[in-house]
């Protein structure tokens, strides 16, 4: 199985860029699955149901949240209609939505992919390695799914590493979201699953995390909001995770970055590389 991981998607030149984009990337490499962290879509603050329609539409079998869940208050009642969106799984119980799904790849494998948001520098939720953990007893590798793929969405990159080794050889992927930059640590680890710290996000690379460095540097200088945050308008670059899954066992067996568009030094897995 050929699996894609999107970053996060930051305002309209992620969407563009992601939108345009995918169907060729889908068609070339014969992807079998693809899931985008979309929690930054609309204006840099949310997701609203037209960006998650546009997202599957594109080729996106599942769009997964993070912290920005639910900036756009339509999302409180969508997100219950909507079975490709997935929010962090240990938001407290009664919040909308569901922290996994189990889809349908194209090959027509059970694929299991769980949304969890860390506690490090982050809002206290409930435990994110409990909560994986619960739900893989429930839908375990081989067993309930052919494929699991884990998107922790994190600031700390010592609890992503953490999580990554807790669930080694347990799931297919493990990929961070959150930081918006890229790391060059990914790999398949010992027990066979692939991780990356941080997919890094799909948008305007010349920029502060996707925004318009005007106001963010004014903060750092004045600590007074001057302004909005703004999404950088300029043309988006793509930068995801890259893997294939060994359909027999439903472990990683290869792994790479793709990144394509300016600001970036581009790079594609090369066992995806035509010919």
Known sequence: ?????????????????VCDALPGLINRYSLDFVVINGENAAGGFGITETIVNDLIDAGADCVTLGNHAFDQKEALVFIERQDRLVRPLNYPKGTPGKGAALLK????????????????????LDCPFRAIDAELTACALKRGADAILIDF??????????????????????????THTP????????????YLSDAGMCGDYNSVLGMEADEPINRFLTRIPRGRYEPAPGPGTISG?????????GLAVKSGPLRLGPHLEPATPEFWVDG
């Open 183 to 194: 790391t060059a640590d990914g790999r398949v680890l010992p027990g066979g699953t692939a």
């Open 153 to 178: 969405h994190a600031e700390a990159t010592s609890e992503k590493q953490a999580m990554g080794l807790f669930l080694d050889g347990r799931v297919s992927v493990v990929v961070g979201t959150h």
């Open 241 to 249: 995770f890259a893997v294939n899954i060994d359909d027999k066992t």
């Open 105 to 124: 790849a194209k090959s027509g494998a059970d694929v299991l992919v769980v949304n969890a948001m860390g506690r490090v520098f982050m809002t206290e």
């Open 1 to 17: 199985m050929r699996l894609l991981f999107l970053g996060d998607i930051v305002g309209r030149a992620g969407r563009t860029v």
